[in-house]
């Protein structure tokens, strides 16, 4: 359980991180910063749970 719960804080930290990058980049192109975020951190949550998903099966 504890471990399930270390995973679920790595996929939080790599989903914002990565959420923030590309909701920066995708806002200097679309000038639509906060939209950017918004969508990128959803994007990099995502991904980061997919990398819980394949760490805690291993």
Known sequence: MNKNKKLNGYATTIGLLVGTGLGIITGMFT??????????AFIGYGIGLVFMVIGYKK
């Open 31 to 40: 000038e639509q910063l906060l939209l950017g975020i918004t969508i990128g």
